[in-house]
């Protein structure tokens, strides 16, 4: 049998496997999470046992010490890792552009090194250098006589450690993205500013950093996300439980094992809501505080 | 018991079985034997890691999409599935579970209840708690093993000797000790962070007696402050610097088999102190109540043959250190053969004895949400001094909200 495709419809059969697939791992999932929100289920019954009961969970989420706890910690750890990733990455890409030539492609690309490799194996190195009793950092400070510390298991440190892996794998993301940016600035605007008399820390005060302020608005705006979603290290540092005291526990975290082992998927579907309310408010801040002037 | 063998099949069934490591290899083991009773039948093993299949499971469960004919499942999760509404109930015709009790320890059989008192899961392997210790760092401190085992009080006086004499700690992390003598001291029947009534009990005086202890111990730095299964707490004992380890009996085959070999020959099992008896661990294995109700027959008789088949049990016990819950296969010889990695002990024998003195526990489906609550303000009193009573206090409120959800 020889079937035509008219050809207007062309564009449909060529964006339908994305498409399809959208409709199934994305907009059913979010859906069916939205629907969940509303309803208790206990899911080992199976899904004839949702039961609708309003608000319950929103109210239950808003209640809930274990869920602001989380928040707390997610918030902490999304600015503790966020904030020095730009910090660091935004002059040490402008000194790579500048000074590197040819080694340019060579230093970034080991910077963006640890983005592409296995989180599983960044946390096996993080418990290797920060264990307590055989771990690298504690040998280096014992050796300069300082006392050993428990860096993934005293709630003190626990976010801390988080924070700076989560920093190390993140910052030659970072790195990229302002180097791209900076090659879409135009030389003359720069020879134009030393010809006035700036110098380089004129330059990079009034050319390059508005030059790259839209790119600024994406790199922070892809890291509110990302920390607020933060999972993989986190978990694999803390063993999956959030670690002593919870201090590592993160939303994400806690939203899956709120569902998953404590089988309460209304109650992780409606936090999950708050949270993405949360994630879009402050990406509209976001907007606000470093988008273009109108 | 016995099942009416089925007869060659005209169309070929596929049974789907899962588990998680090393479950399932002693499924691989007893499926062939079963397979050639049972023509034309075949067996489908699925393995996933230990929390991705229990993860699977509640999924699968909650859709009712890929729903195995038969799942293991490990007793700390048995809480949630058994009081949850997706398995099948066994004690009904033709199953007559409740036939099969006298058959298993008491406290296994108990575990596969549902709320109502039905049984929904029928157990194949158990984890006899039981005290593991370096007889070589107990006599270098000049420790007597019953300094040891007389009382927890005794045992944490032992541990600061040990430590004096050998700098090794006592155990891995205060929160085991706490863990232990909870479950140890509930009242048979009892449940361990709730009432009959649904109420949490964590202010009861064994938690603060437990609290205080573990307390005592991390003030006293007789606590590794590692995590079971972590990279530092194998090193501790590799290097001889953990003196004991509260766990199930399977844990001398793992530390024997991958964790530390090479302390081989150092270590000597006892009961764990004050003569106390808990479980750790173990398998059981259900139905889940919406799988294809056709093959039922089928599936019982292959659950019979992983928990009641006496040499398939023993099988598992010798290869994968899995201790039988039959009461059948616990007279057997292979009891009485000394272990080399304990220094030649006979300790099954010992094991043996505390598999008949553990008392039931009644679970609650929040009990690993309470496990986290209670391990959470134990860490508060740990870390940041505060006060037990307030810490207890707040974990029971918390668990207030929870219990009826």
């Not at chain 1, 302020?213 to 922070?220: D, Q, S």
């Not at chain 2, 889940?288 to 019982?300: F, G, H, M, N, T």
Request: with cysteine; net charge neutral; charged share 15%.
């Amino acid at each position: 049998m020889n079937v035509r495709v008219p050809i207007r419809w062309a564009p449909y059969v060529l964006v339908s496997p994305f498409l399809i697939l959208f409709a199934l791992f994305g907009l059913f999932p979010l859906l069916f999470s939205g629907w969940l929100a509303f309803q208790a289920w206990e899911p080992s019954y199976g899904l004839e046992a949702m039961r609708f009961v309003g608000l319950d969970n929103f109210i239950f989420a808003l209640q809930d010490a274990w869920f602001w706890k989380s928040l707390k910690n997610t918030l902490w750890l999304a600015l503790a890792s966020g904030l020095p990733q730009h910090m660091v990455a935004l002059p040490l890409a402008v000194l790579i552009h500048n000074h590197f030539g040819r080694l340019r492609d060579g230093v970034s690309g080991a910077y963006f090194l640890p983005y592409i490799t296995s989180t599983v194996a960044i946390a096996m190195l993080a418990s290797a250098l920060f264990s307590t009793d055989y771990g690298m950092v504690n040998a280096a400070l014992q050796a300069l006589g300082l006392d050993k510390q428990a860096w993934t298991t005293h709630p003190l440190f626990i976010k801390p450690t988080i924070a700076l892996v989560v920093f190390w794998r993140y910052v030659g993301f970072n790195i990229v993205l302002y180097l791209a940016a900076l090659q879409t600035v135009p030389r003359d605007l720069y020879e134009a500013a030393r010809l006035d008399g700036a110098g380089p820390w004129q330059q990079f005060w009034h050319v390059t950093l508005p030059s790259l302020r839209p790119m600024i608005l994406f790199g922070v705006t892809l890291s509110i996300i990302g920390g607020l979603q933060l999972f993989e290290e986190p978990f694999i540092l803390t063993n999956g439980t959030g670690g002593t005291d919870q201090q590592g526990m993160t939303s994400g975290i806690y939203l899956y094992r709120l569902a998953f082992e404590f089988s309460d998927f209304g109650g992780a579907s409606a936090m999950s809501w708050m949270l993405f309310a949360l994630v879009a408010l402050l990406t509209w801040l976001t907007n606000r505080a470093l988008g273009e002037r109108r | 018991m016995a099942w009416p063998a089925a007869g060659a099949r005209a169309h070929p069934v596929q049974l789907t079985v899962t588990a998680y490591p090393n479950v399932d290899q002693i499924i691989r083991a007893v499926v062939p034997g079963w397979e050639a009773q049972h023509p034309g039948v075949k067996v489908r093993l699925v393995s996933r890691q230990y929390v991705d299949h229990h993860t699977a499971m509640t999924t699968a469960l909650s859709t009712s999409g890929s729903l195995p004919d038969l799942m293991a499942l490990e007793t700390s999760y048995m809480g949630g599935f058994a009081l949850g509404g997706g398995l099948l109930d066994l004690s009904q015709a033709p199953f007559h579970a409740e036939l099969l009790k006298p058959e298993f320890t008491d406290f296994a059989f108990s575990l596969g209840r549902n709320r109502d008192g039905k049984q929904v899961a029928v157990p194949a392997d158990i984890g006899p708690g039981t005290m593991l210790y370096r007889h070589d760092l107990l006599a270098q401190a000049r420790v007597p093993v019953e300094a040891l085992t007389q009382s927890w009080a005794s045992y944490v006086a032992a541990g600061r000797q040990i430590k004096k004499a050998t700098g090794a700690y006592l155990i891995s992390h205060a929160r085991t000790l706490k863990d232990i003598m909870v479950r140890c001291k509930v009242p048979p029947g009892g449940g361990q962070y709730f009432d009959a009534q649904n109420r949490p009990r964590v202010t009861d005086a064994v938690f603060v007696e437990a609290f205080e202890l573990a307390r005592q111990l991390r003030r006293e730095a007789l606590d590794a402050q590692v995590v079971n299964w972590t990279a530092d707490w194998a090193e501790g004992l590799k290097r001889g610097r953990l003196a004991t380890e509260l766990s199930g009996a399977w844990m001398a085959g793992q530390m024997a088999n991958g964790v530390c070999p090479n302390t081989r020959g150092l270590w000597t099992a006892a009961h764990l102190p004050e003569q106390s008896f808990a479980y750790y661990g173990g398998t059981n294995y259900a139905l889940p109540r919406l799988a294809d109700p056709s093959r039922r027959e089928l599936v019982w008789s292959l659950l019979s043959a992983l928990t009641c088949d006496r040499q398939a049990q023993l099988r598992a016990f010798k290869q994968e250190d899995a201790f039988p819950a039959l009461r059948a296969a616990q007279d057997d010889p292979f009891f009485d053969e000394p272990l080399p990695f304990l220094n030649g002990q006979r300790a099954r024998l010992l094991w043996r004895e505390a598999a008949q003195r553990i008392p039931a526990l009644r679970m609650h489906r929040q009990h690993k949400f309470a496990d986290e609550v209670v391990n959470a303000e134990l860490d508060n009193v740990l870390e940041f001094n505060k006060p037990i009573m307030k810490a207890l206090a707040d974990a029971q409120q918390v668990l207030e909200v929870r219990a009826s959800r």
